[in-house]
């Protein structure tokens, strides 16, 4: 396994954590699943937007 492969699997692995993050914290907040798969998909913007804000 190069150094390339273990980079791409970080990231990937990175950006899934922060989706499932955005997510939680979207749905607690707005106690709704459209806003909760929206904040996924913006995923660590939303999370760091977040810990900005509050």
Do not use: D
């Not at 970080?10 to 699943?33: C, D, E, P, Q, R």
């Amino acid at each position: 396994m190069g150094h390339k492969e273990t980079i791409t699997k970080t990231v990937k692995s990175g950006i899934t954590f922060g989706s499932a993050l955005a997510m939680v914290i979207s749905y607690v907040n707005w106690h709704s699943v459209g806003w909760a798969i929206f904040h996924g998909l913006l995923s660590w913007v939303y999370v760091i937007y977040y810990f900005i804000r509050y």
